[in-house]
């Protein structure tokens, strides 16, 4: 497949769903939870999940599986009519646990969901140096020494590449002097990792590639890699071609000729839950999370979990998280009565775990580990398949907090009680907004096109106590963090975008509101935004934030492309808002920059950078650099680094 027609795809995709937006909507209908008992949890059973004794215990399963593969494809083959039956309902009660923020780390530049865990993104620090992952490319620029100045280019891909045009090259992390690049082939049909080393001179250098078997990870919201001290994390889902499994089977491979791919996967890490293993029910996904030690050359070790299409996953300091939910068709004879699975699998070592549960969580910021009271806390949604290929932008029905002890991780056959889900209103709208931040959960929704009316936060206390509504003048489609507060942001009346301070104490509160006017949001992805906050202020009631806008008009859906025209800064001073202004792109030029590979922003290009007290705006192949003064924010200098 060609790789441009191949995102560009999953683009169209987007239109589709938004098509079928109101046959989905009008489907939702809900019942109890079908694996919750009624006063008392189901207790976990066994220590935890387990593989498979042997190869042979294996291939029976498989043999399984392969039945009810080709049972499925011959009525496929008769019928060309999908049944739309309304997915089960979230009857949830309450929960009384509470959520601390995570503990403040090292300064970062990235707008990361946990501290101390790094994700993949498009630009990082790396000591005197910016590095910038664009278009199929690498490019360094020297900020150490109050400089300014490009200082090394080289191609995202291995040298002597003959079809870089087939790899998506998506996102980048950095250990020590390593830099790591993760992207997405076509032609290899896997997840391509490039390492390259950056020199005391900001030249770099590349070192080697590895290929992991996997499907396409791409996600609108979240990104596939992470990076937890020397340890890069990789979430993969892969097809499972059941009829020859050794294909499916997660393995990786040196970029060389000769090189045979080496499996990651034995038997006893090929993980299914209980109420799967009867071969009842057919598992056309193995969900992989492969971690690999960037500090001892390049060992990786991979689990694999049998599952279901629809995921979502979550990166603590402590765990990897899996959520799968039910078949695409639960009224098919296969999906009837598939319970979905939410799995754990701690970093530190020890077993995996599974429990049963309801529901879909809409993104990774669906998620909230509290690992000092040994809970997981999830948001869901009762209709919605989960955050691949556009999915997460889709979701409705009801809305529940699931509050999941530790203690009930065991092998799937245990679910989550009544009292474990607390039912929560239910909002209007299919683009659902969610994210925990200190002691609450928030969420809202609207749908494209309305969105710029009156919105509703929904702000949630984990200790307990009445959910509260705080009108918004403005839609919500972000949600972020301001030290214990937070911030929702999105389309105004008149071409505006507006940013709402709450505060976040023993009630939620509106603090203060300011519209941006003729802006529109440039980017959605979560690293887009940074707030930071003025020293002694950790609470975030004084700050600095930063966002992409767009000043120019845009199409429906060319946010999530990237587009922002400049980053517009805001101060937040004893909670109140205040413009400080804009530092802009230069008018685009019509010139090539020969690109290669990963010739669309799908990541987005345009990021704002606070680091040792300096201000910088990343637009394209520019970084430009601010003044910030008590009032406004004015350009210093900016450098061009295109190619």
Same mark, same amino acid.
């Given at each position: ?38 006063? #008392?949890?189901?207790?976990?059973? $066994? ?49 009384d646990a509470a959520n601390e923020p995570p503990p403040p780390g090292a300064e970062s530049i990235t707008n990361t969901q946990e501290a101390g865990v790094d994700e993949g993104g498009i630009v990082k620090q790396a000591g005197d140096y910016l590095v910038v992952l664009r278009r199929g490319? @690498? ?20 040298p002597g590449k003959k079809d870089p045009d087939e790899t998506w090259y998506d996102e980048m992390l950095i250990h020590d002097r390593q830099v790591i690049v993760i992207g997405y082939s076509y032609g290899s049909e896997g997840t391509e990792i490039n390492r390259f080393d950056i020199a ?30 020397? /340890? ?9 071609? !059941? ?41 056309? *996904? ?12 390049? /060992? ?11 995921? +979502? ?9 899996v959520w799968t939910g039910m078949t695409d068709d639960p009224s098919s004879e296969e999906g009837r009565g598939l319970p979905g699975q939410l799995y754990r699998i701690p970093l530190a070592g020890g077993a995996a775990g599974a429990v049963q549960v309801s529901g879909a969580p809409v ?9 000092? +009271? ?32 530790? #203690? ?21 709208? !299919? ?10 959960? @928030? ?7 309305? /969105? ?41 009346? $008149? ?9 976040? $104490?023993? *009630? ?10 003729? +802006?529109?949001? $440039? ?14 202020? #950790? ?19 060319? /946010? ?28 685009? @030029? ?37 003044? @910030? ?15």
């Open positions: 497949m060609d790789t441009v027609q191949a995102r560009s795809g999953q683009a169209l995709s987007l239109g589709v769903l938004l098509a079928l937006v109101a046959v989905l909507m009008a489907a939702v209908g809900f019942s109890a939870p079908s694996g919750a008992q009624e006063n #008392a949890a189901a207790p976990a059973s $066994g220590a935890g999940l387990s593989g498979f004794a042997n190869k042979a215990a294996l291939d029976a399963f498989t043999r399984k599986m392969a039945r009810l593969e080709r049972k499925q494809q011959e009525a496929v083959a008769d019928t060309v009519m999908y049944s739309m039956a309304a997915p089960p309902a979230i009857d949830p009660v309450a929960t490319r @690498l490019f360094t620029i020297r900020i150490g020494g109050d400089a300014l100045a490009p200082a090394g280019m080289i191609d995202a891909f291995p005391e001179d900001g030249k770099l250098a590349y070192r080697d590639t590895h290929y992991m078997r996997s499907g396409d990870y791409y996600s609108s919201s979240n990104y596939a890699s992470r990076l937890i001290g020397d /340890e890069l994390v990789v979430y993969t889902p892969v097809y499972a071609n !059941w009829a020859k499994l050794e294909d499916s089977l997660p393995a990786i491979r040196k970029r060389s000729p000769y090189a045979k791919p080496l499996p990651l996967v034995k038997p006893q890490d090929f993980m299914v839950a209980e109420p799967y293993r009867s071969g009842r029910y057919l598992l056309d *996904t193995l969900h992989t999370v492969t971690r690999c030690k960037l500090s001892a050359g390049f /060992e990786c070790r991979a689990s694999a979990i049998a599952g279901t299409w629809s995921h +979502a996953f979550y990166v603590s300091a402590e765990a990897v998280y993104d990774q910021f669906s998620f909230a580990e509290d690992a000092r +009271a040994g809970v997981l806390r999830v948001l869901l949604r009762g209709e919605g398949e989960g955050e691949g290929m556009w999915e997460g932008e889709v979701s409705g029905g009801s809305v529940a907090l699931a509050s999941v002890p530790f #203690a009930l991780f065991g092998n799937g056959k245990g679910s989550l009680a009544r009292d474990d889900y607390r039912t929560l209103p239910e909002p209007e709208g !299919w683009r659902f907004q969610n994210r925990f931040v200190g002691d609450y959960v @928030l969420y809202a929704a609207g749908d494209y096109g309305s /969105e710029e009316e009156t919105g509703t936060v929904y702000a949630v206390p984990l200790g307990g106590g009445a959910v509260q509504e705080v009108a918004v003048p403005h839609g919500i489609t972000r949600f972020d963090r301001m030290g214990q507060d937070a911030i929702a942001i999105g389309p105004a009346r $008149g071409d505006g975008l507006g940013f709402s301070a709450l505060s976040l $104490g023993s *009630t939620a509160k509106l603090e203060d509101v300011h519209i941006l006017a003729a +802006a529109g949001e $440039g980017e959605t992805r979560s690293q887009a935004f940074f707030f930071r906050p003025d020293p002694g202020s #950790a609470d975030g009631a004084s700050g600095v934030l930063g966002l992409p806008v767009n000043r120019e008009s845009m199409r429906d859906g060319e /946010e999530f492309l990237g587009s922002g025209s400049a980053i517009a800064f805001l101060r937040r001073a004893s909670r109140k808002l205040s413009p400080l202004g804009e530092l802009a792109a230069a008018p685009r @030029l019509s010139q090539s920059d020969n690109c290669k590979a990963s010739c669309v922003d799908w990541y987005g290009n345009a990021r704002p950078i606070f680091t040792g007290g300096r201000v910088f705006a990343l637009m394209g192949y520019e970084l430009v650099e601010g003044t @910030l003064s008590g009032s406004s924010i004015t350009e210093r200098r900016r450098a061009s680094f295109a190619p």
